[in-house]
């Protein structure tokens, strides 16, 4: 990251180079995660991150976009957090943050009212089932929740930003999908089946449970109607 940050206040017009964009993404994300022996921390998914992630990547975030500002308007220019009220005030980063969730939600949402997900008649509850992890599958090879781009490695006699992006497909355990689809049916009676499975694949994929998903799809709606 040091380095980095020192070639961003060389050549601040990097900072649209793909391998900074993956970098600045991952920095964005990891604050999100809980750290080890915090409140929400989660021992079961797919990454744990150690104690400390959180504030690290807060800092080396920082340190981007200082180097960054210093390489586009000098280098007295410098970064300060701003003064601690009282109750907490959303930040640019939590409104740029649920404005994604909302347009990964809305993007699945879409994808799921391309296909009849209630229960047809003549239909047993098995193949029900079956049909609702087909499409559960379908929707996420489709979304852009099923796709991770990797750095590759850089070509002999190049260096990082010679280094190609990988376009990878998400993988989603077919265990996984089989308890979606079940939930989707059990709670079925209660409401719409395509927002529930929406909220669920979307709180997955952002480390978030269905509620804190639904949450944030509100709140970023609230934001569009006062900025309209």
Known sequence: MEALAQLLSQKPALIGHPAVYHQITRLLWLPRVPDEGEEGFLPDVDYCPPAGTRQAARDSLLALVEAWVQGVLGQGWMLKPPKKRAGRKRTFEDISEDSELLSQYEEVLALFRQHSVKQAKAESREQWLTRLREIIQHVWSESGLGVKYELGEPPPGGDLFDSPIIRKAASLSAERIRTWAKVAIEVSAEGPIRDRLSYLMVGY????????????????????RQDS
């Open 205 to 224: 994929e952002s480390n978030r449970t269905p509620d804190q998903v639904r949450a944030a799809v509100q709140t970023a709606r609230k934001d569009d």
